[in-house]
C-alpha cells in the first residue's frame, strides 16, 4: 500500500467517545448517529425502551436489567465517506476506570449535557480526562423539546464549572420549552423542528447571508426572529471566536444544541463534527512520537473483556491502532512478553455482530481472540520498530471486600474466574499476607463493580461468591528502597490489613487517613504510594 493511500485511510477516520452524566441522553444519541449512518434501521426504538430497555450498544445482561451500561463497546460506522468508531462509555461512575482508558483510545470526545440539568457529576470526571490528554471536545446540548437553562446560561456554566469556553455552532429559536428550531451560525440558515415532530429538521437558507434576513422573520414570527437577532449579535461582539487551532487543543468546545429524540440537529451534528474532529493523532513512545502515517504497525490494549458473549465463552483484547496497516494473520511484537503474536482472528462490531476483518488503519479498533496473553495498557508493534506507549494510570481502590468461593468444590473456577477478571482490569486483587488462595481481597473504586463481580462469577464461572465488605478505604503501596517490606517490620501494621497486590508489591490497607497518619508517621524509612510506585 502507498503512503498516499494509508494516508487516506487515515484522514476518513474518526474515533470518539460520548461522555455525559447518565441520563444525558449518550444511548439515544448513539442509536441516532448509528441512524444516519444506515448501521441500523430502528428508528423509533428509543420509545420502546421501556419494554425493552436496552439499547444496541448494552449487550450484557446485567446492564438490561440495571439499565445501564456496564462496559465499553466499540461501534463502527461509514457516513460520507468517513469512517467511524464510536467507544461507548459507561455512564455510571463506578465504571470510571474503564471509561478513563477507554479515553485513552480516542481523537475526541462529544460531550452530551441535559439542556435542563446542565454540568453534572459525572461529565465534570469525565471532562477532565479529555482535558488532560488534550483532545477535542464538543459539546451537545441535548432535550431542546423540552424546558430548560436558557443557552448563555449554559454557556457560562460550561466556562465557570469546567473552564473551557463554548463557541456556539447554532443558537434555539423561541421560546425555552417551545423552541421553534435552531439558527446555524455557519450555514446562516435557519432549522426548525419539523410539524410531525418525528423527523429532523426543515431548513431554511438565508437569501442575504445574515440572520438580518426577513425571510426569515416572517418563517419564525418578528418577535422570535428580533431575539434571534440579538442573540446573535451578543455572540458575535461578546462571544469568543472560532478559533479551530483552540478547538484541537481543547482549548475551545464547539456547542450544538439539539434533541436526540426527536433527531432534532443530529444530523448536522455529525456532519459538522466529522468536519471538525481530528483525524488520528501522533502519540508518544519510548521511542519519541509515533506518527499515525508511520507504516509500520502499532497497537495497543485498552480493553479485556472475558465472555463477551455467553455462546463463545471467550475473551477479547481491544486494541486501538495507532500507526501503519493492519492486516489479518499478520505477527507482531508483543512488547511485555518479548514475543511474536499471530493476530490471526481479528473482529470488529456492531455490538453483538461480529465480523472478521481483514485489515484495519490508525483510529481503528479491533477485538483480538485472546487465550490470556494480553494485559491492559500492552503495545504491539512491528519486529522491525519495537517500543511502548505508555502505561496507563491506575487509580487507587476505595472500597475492599474479602472474596471466597461459597462451595470449596468450586476452587478451581473461583481462582480462573477472580484471576480473569482482574486482568480485565475490572477489580484489583490482592492477598492478605499469610493468606492461601481459599479467599482473596478485591478492592474496587466504587461499589457496583463488586455486584458485577458476584454476577459475572455466578453466570460465567458457576460460582457463588461470599463477600465480606472491609472496613477499609485507603490502600497504600509500601517501599523503603532496600529489603522487602512485611508485617513484622512495618510498625503498627495491625492497625490495617497488610496485604500484596497481583505482582507481589506489599500495600497496607487502612480505614481513613487518621491511622494512615499514624502509620506513616512511626516508619519514617518508608514511602507510601497511593497507587503502585513505578507507575
Ligand atoms: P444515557 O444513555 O445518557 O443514560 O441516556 P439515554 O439515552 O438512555 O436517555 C435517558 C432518557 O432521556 C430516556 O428516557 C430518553 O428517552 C430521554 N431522552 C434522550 N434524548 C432526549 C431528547 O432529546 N428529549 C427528551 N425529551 N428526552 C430525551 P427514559 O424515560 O429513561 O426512557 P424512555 O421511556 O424515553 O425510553
Redesign the pocket.
Known amino acids: 500500500m502507498s503512503a498516499e493511500e494509508l494516508n487516506k485511510e487515515i484522514n476518513r477516520r474518526r474515533t470518539f467517545a460520548i461522555i455525559?452524566h447518565?441520563?444525558?441522553?449518550?444511548?439515544?444519541?448513539t442509536e441516532k448517529l448509528l441512524l444516519y449512518g444506515g448501521a441500523i434501521h430502528l428508528a423509533g426504538s428509543?420509545?420502546s425502551?421501556?419494554t425493552q430497555r436496552h439499547?444496541v450498544s448494552d449487550w450484557m445482561e446485567i446492564e438490561k436489567q440495571r439499565g445501564?451500561?456496564v462496559t465499553s463497546s466499540v461501534l463502527q460506522f461509514d457516513y460520507n465517506g468517513y469512517r467511524i468508531n464510536i467507544l461507548d462509555t459507561p455512564?455510571h461512575q463506578d465504571f470510571s476506570e474503564d471509561t478513563y482508558r477507554t479515553l485513552m483510545a480516542v481523537d475526541s470526545a462529544v460531550m452530551?449535557i441535559d439542556v435542563a440539568k446542565g454540568v453534572e457529576a459525572q461529565t465534570k470526571k469525565l471532562f477532565k480526562v479529555c482535558r488532560q490528554r488534550g483532545i477535542p471536545i464538543f459539546t451537545f446540548v441535548?432535550?431542546?423539546?423540552?424546558f430548560g437553562k436558557s443557552p448563555i446560561d449554559l454557556m457560562e456554566e460550561i466556562e465557570q464549572v469546567l473552564g473551557i469556553r463554548a463557541y456556539p455552532m447554532n443558537w434555539p429559536i423561541g421560546i425555552d420549552g417551545n423552541y421553534q428550531g435552531v439558527y446555524n451560525r455557519q450555514k446562516n440558515q435557519v432549522e426548525l423542528f419539523s410539524e410531525d415532530g418525528t423527523h429532523g429538521q426543515n431548513v431554511i437558507a438565508s437569501e442575504v447571508g445574515s440572520v438580518e434576513d426577513p425571510v426569515f422573520a416572517e418563517r419564525i414570527g418578528k418577535e422570535n426572529h428580533q431575539a434571534l437577532c440579538e442573540d446573535i449579535e451578543l455572540l458575535d461582539m461578546a462571544g469568543e471566536q472560532f478559533d479551530d487551532e483552540k478547538v484541537q487543543h481543547g482549548e475551545l468546545t464547539p456547542m450544538f444544541f439539539g434533541?436526540?429524540?426527536?433527531n432534532f440537529g443530529v444530523q448536522n451534528f455529525l456532519e459538522e463534527y466529522l468536519r471538525l474532529a481530528p483525524p488520528p493523532a501522533a502519540r508518544e513512545s519510548s521511542d519519541g512520537i509515533i506518527d499515525p502515517q508511520d507504516e509500520k504497525f502499532s497497537a495497543f490494549i485498552f480493553k479485556i473483556q472475558a465472555n463477551m458473549n455467553p455462546a463463545h465463552r471467550d475473551r477479547l483484547s481491544f486494541m486501538r491502532i495507532c500507526s501503519g496497516k493492519f492486516t489479518r494473520g499478520m505477527s507482531v511484537y508483543h512488547d511485555r512478553t518479548g514475543k511474536m503474536i499471530k493476530l490471526a482472528q481479528p473482529q470488529q462490531f456492531l455490538a453483538q455482530d461480529r465480523t472478521i476483518i481483514d485489515e484495519a488503519y490508525p483510529g481503528d479498533i479491533v477485538g483480538l481472540f485472546d487465550p490470556g496473553i494480553f494485559g491492559m495498557g500492552d503495545t504491539l508493534c512491528s519486529q522491525g520498530h519495537k517500543f511502548h506507549f505508555p502505561d496507563f494510570p491506575v487509580f487507587p481502590p476505595e472500597q475492599f471486600a474479602r472474596v471466597q468461593a461459597k462451595d470449596t468444590m468450586k476452587r478451581k473456577q473461583f481462582v480462573k474466574g477472580i484471576t480473569e477478571l482482574t486482568q480485565e482490569g475490572a477489580v484489583q486483587l490482592f492477598q492478605q499476607a499469610g493468606a492461601g488462595t481459599e479467599s482473596y481481597i478485591i478492592g474496587t473504586v466504587g461499589s457496583l463493580q463488586f455486584e458485577v463481580l458476584e454476577y459475572r462469577l455466578k453466570n460465567e464461572y458457576g460460582v457463588d461468591l461470599l463477600m465480606q465488605m472491609q472496613p477499609y478505604e485507603v490502600a497504600r503501596w509500601m517501599e523503603n528502597g532496600k529489603e522487602k517490606i512485611t508485617p513484622s517490620s512495618l510498625r503498627g501494621a495491625d492497625r490495617g490489613m497488610f496485604v500484596y497486590d497481583i505482582k507481589e508489591r506489599p500495600v497496607l490497607l487502612v480505614s481513613n487517613e487518621w491511622a494512615l497518619g499514624w502509620i506513616t508517621d512511626n516508619n519514617p524509612d518508608i514511602k507510601f504510594y497511593p497507587v503502585p510506585p513505578d507507575k
Open positions: 455525559s447518565p441520563d444525558a441522553g449518550k444511548t439515544t444519541l428509543v420509545k425502551r421501556k439499547a445501564i451500561s455512564g452530551i441535548n432535550k431542546l423539546d423540552r434533541s436526540a429524540m426527536t
